[in-house]
């Protein structure tokens, strides 16, 4: 256990990474400037530190790390699985992922191991993102508080005596606590809404039919739905596009970094027009590998990468960016 956490990133470097949004860790991961490994081993460190939040039902912490040393192999040699490559997410335990336990929260399926990926986790994975574990949730979905029976509660990552909400109250806590950047919960009726706003993070029930439903355990077809959690917007906004192929049209920058003479090559990658921001904004776009191409990134001091679900990108002042701080 001593060499395991020597290995681990400590104080103030493994607190940085785990501030790290989605985008930003897929973006130093393909920079070179950031190991895979290095970022699971610092969640690591937060989610053994932070067990009483009760976040998961299930967490693998070798095979997480065995996935992030072979991402990190892959990245070595500029070789990358997607947007997401070597970026750790949680997945509610409703949610198959082949290989792990799908409780649901329940015992009566505790034993229960899938052996393929729900469509919302699978694109995920294709994408390079690797999972953590499985949260905990509301038995079977089926309420608000995530206060389970079986596995006990998920508690409220600012104030452990309080609920965490539901049903996907896992999810949330562990985003809001900085065991991951990013997940999916499923939303019936709030259950990926409430916890979000319980938890201080962003959360999105996407319009019913966008995700597929398959190999999620159901409550109501009519109304269930995966939807992505992350503690910013940007993140839910990736995750929605690798989930559903959105592709951005528009780029938006800020003025005096882009070069006009690349909107041909630009509207060969789908690019369809491109409009300056106003000063102090940041340049946005959904492919995290198109944006250095085209435009002077050494004159922007912030960039992210962002396409919204309609598949237009956009950008924002950085003062949205974060609505809580962290939680120590």
Known sequence: MGLILLAMPTGAAGQELTELSAAEAAARIR??????EDL???LVEVIERKR??????TFDRERAIASAHKADT?????SFAGPLHGVPIVVKDNIHVAGLPNSAGTPALRDFVPTRNAPVAEKLIRAGAIVLGKTNMHELAFGITSNNAAFGPARNAYDPSRIAGGSSGGTANAIAARMAAAGLGTDTGGSVRI???????????????RYSQEGITPIAHTRDTAGPMAREVADLVLLDTIITGARATHLCYPSGVYRAAYLPA???????????CDPGMVARTADPLLL????DTSRVSDIEFEGWVTGIASCLPRRT?????AVH
């Open 321 to 325: 960016r974060r609505a809580h701080p």
């Open 40 to 42: 699971v081993r610092a």
């Open 31 to 36: 920079a070179g400037t950031l190991k895979s």
């Open 266 to 276: 630009l509207r060969r990658e789908g690019i369809v027009s491109a409009t300056t």
């Open 195 to 209: 916890p979000a706003a319980l938890n201080g993070i962003a959360g999105l029930r996407p319009t019913l039919g």
């Open 292 to 295: 250095p191409r085209f435009v």
């Open 52 to 57: 009483d939040l009760n976040a998961f039902i």
């Open 74 to 78: 892959f990245a070595a040699r500029k």
